[in-house]
């Protein structure tokens, strides 16, 4: 993650050298809310560090730090999905437009092949944006990864369908579905989603079915209203964070992880294909709070 204004702030607050007092805990929850913690989030966190600060008897920076880097441990969620030998497994990926969610399929598709020794397919699923399938299918014809596609318009469950019946045909393998940037306040959209979320689950194995949000991480507070609202629509079981190398704060994992205990599982750092990695808490920590100590 780049450097930026908000990471400089930090430091300066944890090198001040003006003690622990309740302008010191004021100027932390500022600058949380700054990183697009969320207010609710950055009380929260205020109000656990202030009570272990008195009860363990802490009054210097450098302990504040770490105290605050065990609150975020337990506060924020990560994830590992690995697809099952002899399965069907089916990661679907979902968000708004412009959040990248073409590329990021791409992208983990690449990341699986390299590290699985069984088929992986990308499904086209975005049916309604013809300029969707043509860059999934572009991205398959450098990547080497099979794109099963139907025509513009066509039924977008179908695509799914038939992509999961190639995997179980070859015995095992993993499906990733490209899907359309369902706007989250259009509820046809959003029943239309929900049906392809039925063939998904119909066709993956048992427990071999994972619902992927992916999100911007530059949108802050927005995109944890997207979390929330495709989180009751049709169930998430993880978060991938695109555009992390960029201006992002990163704070929305913290407020996904506690409010609504959704792991992130991925990130991508980059336009490259190899620009992809599984999430880490400590990686984040340490970007977020610009390796204070």
Request: proline share 2%; aromatic share 8%; net charge neutral.
């Amino acid at each position: 993650m780049k450097k930026n204004k908000f990471v400089e702030n930090i430091r300066k607050l944890f090198r001040a050298g003006k003690g622990i007092d309740s302008d010191f805990f004021d100027d932390l929850s500022d600058a949380l809310v700054e990183g697009d913690v969320g207010v609710k989030t950055a009380c929260e966190i205020i109000s656990a560090l202030e009570t272990a600060c008195r009860n363990k008897k802490i009054s210097d920076e450098d302990a504040v730090f770490e105290e605050l880097r065990l609150i975020f441990s337990q506060w924020i969620k990560s994830a590992v999905y690995t697809p099952e030998e002899g399965a069907v497994s089916v990661y679907m990926l979902l968000g708004v437009n412009g959040t990248g969610k073409t590329t990021t399929a791409a992208k983990m598709a690449c990341w699986y092949k390299d590290r699985i020794k069984m088929p992986v397919v990308l499904a086209a699923a975005d049916t309604f944006r013809a300029a969707a399938i043509e860059q999934l299918q572009f991205h398959g014809g450098k990547t080497g990864v099979r794109v099963v596609a139907h025509q513009h318009g066509s039924d977008p469950g179908a695509v799914v369908f038939d992509a999961a019946e190639a995997v179980k045909a070859a015995g095992q393998g993993l499906v990733i579905a490209d899907t359309a940037g369902r706007l989250h306040n259009r509820e046809n959209l959003v029943r239309e989603l929900q049906k392809i979320d039925r063939i998904a689950s119909q066709k993956a194995s048992p427990g071999c079915y994972k619902k992927l949000l992916v999100l911007d991480s530059t949108t802050g507070q927005n995109g944890f209203r997207q979390a929330e609202v495709f989180n009751e629509a049709v169930g998430i079981d993880g978060i991938v964070l695109t555009k992390y190398d960029s201006t992002s704060k990163g704070g929305i994992v913290v407020s996904i992880g506690r409010e609504l205990n959704l792991p992130v599982v991925f990130v991508g750092t980059g336009e490259k294909y190899g620009d992809f990695a599984p999430f880490s808490v400590e990686s984040w920590f340490d970007d977020f709070f610009g390796k204070v100590n």
